[in-house]
């Protein structure tokens, strides 16, 4: 409550409008079943041992996973490979991956790896993750080399079926290349290389892994199908529905893919003109939506099929982010109503992708010795950056009962998205995001909205609010932030900090500022 006040006071709130909201009591057939996983990760696969650790564990990390993994019942889960999936190359018994780097540049602080070779120790290294973690691992389609798509395969395996029972690690899936629609510009593909070659040569390598992975089409390891960088959304073309058309499913290995997977970000974060006004974007509701709702005739041609629909590696702007953009704290605003907006169209998880030194991670997790944004020499220990704090509100809100389900609200506002939260169907939090950006550069008052709570029936309806919430003093800040009071911004990522909540009540609504994210629990 102090800091409540604290913000209150330093930013002048000044309520402008009040906007109602109508909640039903008990889920609507409509919400969706939500899974606490629903923010998982996508790891650029050529630094991948400096994430969990090499031979022994990275303690920073392991503490903000099982952060996430404390309030949702479960840890994310993993997505390994992207572009250096396709760089990889494996030699038996390599302890170390050996990997050839261009130099750091302005514009790319942090590149990716030309080249990888891997050995057994790299795919062993998952042992570092919090027990009960789902992987999916991707191997090498681009260079053509079955030798080493069979090997990687082999070894990954190998890994999990070695790894203790009590780790509880799981293979979900093995990813067969990455963004081949984008083979061709590299000049890996003869132009055009169209969706049909795609789908034989995806098939050849599927013999080969499924044979070597022990993959069935009813093994609890099973194909991801996709990855593509972007989507046609035609039959003709690379996207789901162009694989289903082309006869992936027909293949004795497409009955061995469970679920599709696509790749969305929502453009570039450079030329997009003042830092603030590319925060805004990325944060507004509408471009949210209209990001993502190019994706419904994909997701139903997926779900036609039975199978299950993932954005298996996400975020921000490409390129590794926009600077001062992606690791803002705006970002954090936009993360929670995109994956809570995700989950309406029926996305069952998004993997949100990192990499060592990427201006979008969630976490840097080794010490870097260059800033993210500009390449300047600059020491920063292990630490969080703002989006983290989407991952720990999204997990506290979906909790681990395992039977949440979610639908959005409908509000009157171009600023402010909400979402009521179901346990087993009984109303048990709504989760409300101002998206209005408040910036360093802004010279009027911090805007606020009021919002009237009220049920769509009144029998047996909480009477009693508990008010949780993001405080941010700007949507360009890249740290300060605290939820509930907390920051998880320390030496050793572990939560810092009493909680604070504001008890209120149903009919006292609340006030949400600019540039926040309220979590509501309802209490009788
Ligand atoms: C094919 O892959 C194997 C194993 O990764 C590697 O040793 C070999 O050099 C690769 N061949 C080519 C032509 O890249
Ligand atoms: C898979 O490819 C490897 C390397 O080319 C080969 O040794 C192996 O026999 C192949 N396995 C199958 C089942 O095709
Ligand atoms: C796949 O098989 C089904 C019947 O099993 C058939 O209806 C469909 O046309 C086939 N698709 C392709 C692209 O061959
Ligand atoms: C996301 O939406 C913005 C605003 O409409 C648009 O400029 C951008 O191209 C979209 N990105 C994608 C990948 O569709
Ligand atoms: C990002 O912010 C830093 C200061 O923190 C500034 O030096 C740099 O020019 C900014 N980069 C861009 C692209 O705005
Ligand atoms: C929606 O909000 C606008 C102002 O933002 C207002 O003019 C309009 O009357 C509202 N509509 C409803 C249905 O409340």
Redesign the pocket.
């Known amino acids: 409550m102090l800091s409540l006040a604290f913000f209150a006071t330093i930013f002048s709130a000044s309520t402008a409008y009040a906007v109602d909201v109508s909640i039903a009591l008990t889920a609507p057939s409509s919400a969706v079943s939500i899974s606490s996983s629903h923010i998982s990760f996508s790891i650029e696969q050529d630094r991948w041992t400096d994430w969990v650790g090499a031979t022994s564990r990275n303690e920073f990390y392991f503490n903000v996973l099982q952060n996430l993994a404390g309030l949702a019942g479960e840890p994310p889960r993993f997505r390994i490979g992207a572009d250096s999936e396709d760089r990889t190359?494996?030699?038996p018994g390599l302890k170390v991956t050996e990997t050839v780097f261009a130099p750091p540049t302005a514009a790319t602080p942090f590149p990716e790896a030309e080249s990888v070779v891997v050995g057994q120790a790299f795919y062993q290294a998952a042992q570092n993750l919090p027990p009960g973690t789902h992987v999916t691992w991707g191997v090498n389609l681009k260079?053509e080399?079955l030798?080493?798509a069979f090997?990687e395969a082999q070894a990954i395996v190998e890994a999990f079926e070695a790894f203790p029972a009590s780790l509880d690690l799981t293979l979900d899936a093995v990813e067969i290349g990455n963004e081949a629609d984008l083979y061709v510009n590299g000049g890996f593909r003869p132009s055009p290389f169209t969706i049909a070659e795609y789908v034989q040569q995806w098939e050849t390598f599927a013999a080969n892994v499924s044979a070597a992975a022990k993959i069935t089409p009813t093994s609890a390891t099973r194909f991801w199908g996709g990855a593509f960088g972007g989507s046609d959304h035609s039959a003709s073309g690379f996207s789901p529905q162009g694989l289903f058309a082309n006869g992936i499913l027909n293949s004795t290995q497409g009955k061995e893919i469970s679920t599709i997977s696509q790749h969305l970000y929502s453009g570039s974060g450079l030329n997009c003109g003042l830092t603030s006004t590319c925060i805004q974007n990325l944060m507004s509701k509408a471009f949210i939506r209209g990001n993502l709702s190019a994706f419904i005739p994909d997701i139903a041609s997926v779900k036609a099929q039975n199978l299950d629909y993932v954005m298996g590696e996400t975020n921000s702007y490409f390129d590794h982010g926009g600077p001062n953009i992606s690791d803002s704290a705006g970002a954090a605003v936009w993360a929670v109503d995109y994956v809570f907006f995700a989950s309406q169209l029926g996305i069952s998880r998004l993997y949100f992708h990192e990499g060592i030194g990427y201006k979008y991670n969630f976490v840097q997790p080794i010490t870097l010795n260059i800033n993210v944004d500009t390449a300047a020499p600059q020491v920063a220990p292990p630490h969080v950056q703002p989006a983290y704090y989407a991952a720990i509100i999204t997990a506290e809100a979906i909790g681990n009962s395992g039977t949440t389900s979610v639908i959005e609200l409908t509000l009157n506002s171009s600023t402010l998205s909400g979402y009521a939260l179901y346990n087993s169907g009984k109303l048990s939090k709504a989760l409300f995001i101002n998206s209005q950006g408040f910036f360093t550069t802004t010279t009027t008052s911090r805007p606020s909205v009021h919002l009237d709570l009220g049920f769509t029936s009144t029998a047996g309806a909480p009477t009693k609010i508990t008010v949780k919430s993001l405080d941010i003093a700007h949507a360009d800040d890249k740290s300060g932030l605290t939820w509930g009071g907390q920051t998880y911004e320390t030496s050793d990522g572990k939560v810092s900090g009493s909680v604070s909540v504001e008890q209120g009540t149903v009919q006292g609504g609340v006030d949400i500022l600019a540039t926040q994210v309220v979590l509501v629990t309802f209490e009788s």
């Open positions: 190359n494996f030699q260079e080399n030798t080493a090997l």
